[in-house]
């Protein structure tokens, strides 16, 4: 009796059943204990050891104890026998049940070459079609079986023992199909008869089979193609599914599923050539197309089912030009989630979101809608595809190598849950022993289900991650919409088209295009899978060539940049929005051409950020630089960057043109006040300070005070000061003087950022008063001197920047002044027309239209912040919702007051709007300001854009405007001047 094996270490090699294990190795005989090395490798050693002892009991019980001992010699002595066997019967009970019943089939696996040599599909065809020649009909059809398994144990013990990769399993067992397909057809002809004789067949594989990506156990989907007499194919089709499906005394093959012929189950099962051809020239739904992607001849007469194929592929590569294709496709997948039973959901490794299907859908979609221009990306099977759309370019490294693990990893996975029983079945179990058996089977042999688990819900969510990302990419729906012809246009075709777009100089729009997609690198690629799309975006906005050079421009700066392109094609709206601000925002391209890198901002939210989170990244950004003017620098690439994403929403119609100015005005805080913090750390060690010797703080004046800033506005700004408890009164002047001018300058210095101009003039005295004026001095200033003016210019003061106690000082001076109780007297009241009568007179420019100037013209800008203010100083004393420096929450206010009635708002507050609109619309348009309503041809079609129209309606865009003011005007006649 050999000597028990200790508990522990079954236990330690996996062993669950102890005392079985015990007893089957008593039962093999002495030197089975050598074997625990082997059995502990497997994905039940249990279940191995259990089919080890069947198999030798069933040897010797057919062939005798010669068969059995040589069978136990086999395993102990060769390690590579023992491994192919055992993890054969360690992974399959259905493979082991086989081995049970032709125990002679273990010496498939003692061939020392079985796991480096792949079988050539025509010598598995010649097996299997020898396997039913030359023999009755019944013994026939078992012998296709016994062949097929013992070639499907081969290919086991290979993809067990040996690592075979997943696609060349999948590889091997399409050829396997295949082969009996063969010989499924040959039994057939033997039952038909002499009738056969003149019919040529083919059975095209679909799906997994025609793909070369097969599973263990699936139905084999097929088409059948023939030629001579229908029903003598008909018959010759259902005899070939009925050898392949029929239970016998040696099983089952797989279902042959002929559901995805035309018509399915209702269409006859086979057709001829030219009435499959009728059929999806006229009848066929977009899904089919998808389906015949992976159509390939593998049985019967090859040459005909290569006449099919060679049929339907400008059929296939067409499809995406179909109305709504990509939508349909998406809509299918959708469908095929909606209908998986809830208690499978979590578990269905095929269908389920994150699964199998995520990334078969993903990459036939890339490969219908680019692979009509592209043949490169055509493979039918799937890794084999996505390895060309990542080396093209459709598809990013990183997220085309997470793919390919994945999809191998679950296709893996998938193969191990179909080997055990040789079921089809997608769903992963949730049984404990199972879990583990899966696990070991993947090589986890520690903490099996923990490890088997967690890898799994890893890829799982890496395909919903990038299936999202891929198969909902809006380049995929924006290149479908344009046709297969126009994919691939000829130069002459292509500047043809270019004109009919829309494309004012289609010559220079070509040598734009060439300088892109020349040659064959990645980039070339990718360019030229966003062309299309982007060529016809730009054609849908009012300046199609400058888009496209602006593009190209910005290409060349960040073309190797591996970000860019990338970006472009994978995420979200990207490529769009960056098409429509090129080709109809020169504010907008001018940014980008000065910082290309902001492309990656159009990836993502364009709501303008909030000054608190500016301030904190401005001052971490600044501080983090060498010295001040550096400093500076960083401050104003984060200016530049916020300018870009405000501008972007504005001409996107995502951000309303009061939020505009809003973010604007908060842009301008945050600058200032890291500017300003800045210049007082930098003053006051280049002085030789410890701490500043005064406190600053900058009032906001004008449109920035009244949070109406455009993006061509000066910063009109005041700044005060005040000293420290004890500091030299001339020391601290000087030094505030100093930081006042630090800030002016290094926000005016010329460089790839816009300047922000701030503005001083307000101030008391004007050009001829001190830049900074401590607190008691605009008091006395203001007890002493001040104007109707000045008030009135106070309406828009807003201390927001710097040392908080001095700003709600400051305010509080003002307040009287700005706010003045009883209000303003006649002859306050008369001063103020009288400035306002002087500035319509003086200050609209020689030659300007009335009518059309944006901020002076009748019932313009400054007709309306005017009537606006002279209610604020006659009655903002007596009425709190007045005493702000917002024109709009002042007129709401003024409504509620009945000071105005709310007709007579709403008329100002809609011209307001319109004229702010088209001022801020003008600037984006021209990349510079203005203030005269667009007249040339380009720019009003810009404008008309970026406010909504369509391009075409400049006409009713000019009537809108015309009308608006108006009616303002009136209200202006009415309410400011009586």
Not at 435 to 440: I, S, V
Not at 523 to 540: G, H, K, V, Y
Request: overall charge negative.
């Amino acid at each position: 009796m050999p000597r028990a094996t200790p508990r522990t270490e079954l236990i330690r090699l996996g062993f669950v059943d102890l005392d079985a294990a015990q007893a089957g190795l008593a039962e093999l005989g002495p030197g089975a204990a050598d074997l625990l090395a082997y059995l502990g490798r497997t994905a039940d050693p249990d279940a191995a050891l259990r089919g080890l002892v069947r198999l030798a009991d069933a040897a010797g019980e057919q062939q005798g104890d010669d068969e059995r001992a040589e069978l136990l010699r086999a395993v102990r002595d060769d390690e590579g026998t023992a491994m192919r066997l055992l993890s054969v019967l360690g992974a399959s009970v259905a493979l082991a049940d086989h081995l049970g019943h032709h125990p002679e089939h273990w010496r498939e696996l003692t061939d020392p070459a079985l796991g480096s040599t792949r079988p050539a599909a025509y010598a598995m065809r010649a097996a299997l079609l020898e396997a039913v020649t030359d023999r009755p009909e019944r013994e026939a059809v078992d012998g296709l079986r016994v062949e097929y398994r013992r070639q499907l144990l081969r290919l086991a013990a290979r993809d067990l023992a040996h690592d075979l990769a997943v696609d060349d399993a999948a590889a091997e067992l399409s050829d396997l199909a295949a082969g009996t397909l063969d010989a499924a057809l040959a039994v057939a002809r033997t039952r038909i008869g002499a009738a056969a004789d003149d019919v040529r067949l083919a059975v095209i594989a679909m799906g997994k089979c025609g793909g070369h990506e097969l599973n263990y156990v699936s139905d084999v989907d097929v088409i059948f193609v023939h030629e001579g007499d229908e029903r003598v194919a008909a018959r010759l089709a259902a005899q070939l599914m009925q050898v392949c499906s029929d239970h016998t005394a040696e099983g089952t093959i797989w279902p042959v599923d002929a559901a995805l012929r035309p018509e399915g189950k209702a269409g006859p099962l086979s057709r001829t050539i030219g009435s499959h051809e009728a059929y999806y020239e006229r009848w066929a739904e977009q899904w089919e197309f998808q389906a015949l992607l992976k159509a390939r001849p593998v049985a019967g007469d090859l040459a005909l089912g290569a006449e099919f194929v060679a049929m339907v592929a400008p059929m296939v590569w067409s499809a995406a030009d179909r109305e709504g294709f990509v939508d349909a496709a998406r809509a299918m997948r959708r469908r095929v989630l909606d209908h998986i039973p809830a208690k499978e959901a979590d578990r269905q490794l095929k269908l389920g979101a994150g699964g199998l299907r995520d990334v078969e859908f993903a990459v036939q979609l890339l490969q219908l809608v680019h692979g009509r221009a592209d043949e490169r990306i055509r493979p039918p099977t799937t890794l084999s595809a996505l390895a060309r759309l990542t080396e093209t370019g459709y598809v990013g490294r990183e997220d085309g190598e997470a793919l390919h693990r994945a999809y191998a990893f679950l296709r893996q996975l998938e193969h191990r849950i179909q080997l055990h029983r040789l079921q089809r079945t997608h769903v992963v179990p949730s049984d404990e022993a199972s879990l583990r058996r899966l696990g070991r089977s993947l090589g986890f042999l520690k903490e099996s289900e923990k490890r088997l688990d967690a890898t799994w819900q890893h890829h799982r969510r890496e395909v919903s991650r990038l299936h999202q990302k891929i198969f909902y990419r809006p380049l995929l729906s924006a290149v479908a919409r344009i046709g297969s012809d126009e994919v691939r246009l000829s130069s002459e075709a292509a500047g043809a088209r270019l004109t009919a777009l829309g494309y004012a100089d289609a010559q220079a729009a070509l040598r734009n295009l060439e300088a892109l997609t020349a040659g064959v690198t990645r980039t070339a690629t990718i360019q030229r899978t966003l062309l299309p799309a982007m060529l016809q975006w730009f054609a849908e906005c009012a300046d199609p060539d400058g888009g496209l050079f602006g593009f190209r421009r910005i290409s060349e700066a960040l073309g190797r940049t591996p970000w860019y392109l990338s970006t472009l094609r994978d995420e979200g709206e990207a490529a769009e929005r960056l098409a429509h601000l090129l080709a109809t925002s020169r504010y907008c391209t001018d940014l980008l051409e000065r910082e290309p890198a902001g492309v990656r901002l159009l990836a993502g939210d364009l709501t303008p950020l909030g000054s608190e989170t500016l301030v904190d990244e401005m001052l971490a950004t600044g501080g983090r630089q060498d010295g001040f003017e550096k400093g500076v620098r960083a401050v104003r690439a984060v200016r530049r960057r916020e300018l870009l994403r405000i501008a972007a929403g504005d001409v996107l119609g995502q951000t309303d043109v009061a939020e505009v100015g809003f973010a604007l005005t908060r842009l301008t805080d945050a600058t200032l006040e890291a500017t300003l913090w800045g210049a007082l750390e930098s003053t006051a060690r280049a002085r030789g300070l410890d701490t500043p010797p005064t406190r600053m703080a900058i009032v906001a004046m004008g449109r920035y005070g009244g949070f109406e800033l455009s993006y061509g506005s000066d910063a009109d700004v005041l700044f005060v000061h005040e000293p420290v408890d004890g500091a030299d009164a001339h020391e601290a002047a000087t030094f505030a003087r100093l930081v006042a001018e630090e800030v002016r300058r290094v926000l005016a210095v010329p460089g790839p950022d816009p300047a922000l101009v701030v503005d001083a003039d307000l101030r008391p005295e004007g050009r001829n008063g001190p830049l900074v004026r401590t607190l008691d001095a605009y008091a006395a200033y203001y007890a002493k001197w001040s104007q109707v003016w000045e008030a009135q210019a106070l309406l828009r003061a807003d201390a927001v920047v710097g040392d908080p106690g001095l700003r709600e000082r400051f305010t509080a001076l003002i307040d009287p002044l700005r706010y003045p109780a009883g209000g303003l007297d006649d002859d306050a009241v008369r001063e103020v027309r009288r400035i306002k009568g002087r500035v319509d007179k003086e200050r609209l420019p020689r030659g300007a239209d009335p009518a059309l100037h944006l901020k002076l013209g009748r019932g313009g800008l400054a007709d309306i912040e005017w009537t606006i203010q002279l209610l604020q100083l006659r009655h903002g004393a007596e009425v709190p919702g007045l005493r702000t420096a917002q024109t709009l929450a002042a007129l709401s206010a003024a409504a509620e007051a009945d000071l105005i009635t709310r007709e007579e708002a709403e008329t100002l507050g809609t011209a307001w709007r319109m004229a702010t609109r088209v001022r801020n619309a003008l600037l984006l348009a021209r990349g510079r300001p203005g203030d005269q309503f667009p007249m040339a041809t380009l720019e009003r079609r810009a404008v008309a854009g970026i406010l909504g129209y369509q391009l075409t309606e400049t006409d009713r865009l000019l009537d809108d405007y015309l009308r608006v003011t108006r009616r303002a005007h009136a209200v202006v006649d009415r309410v400011f001047w009586e």
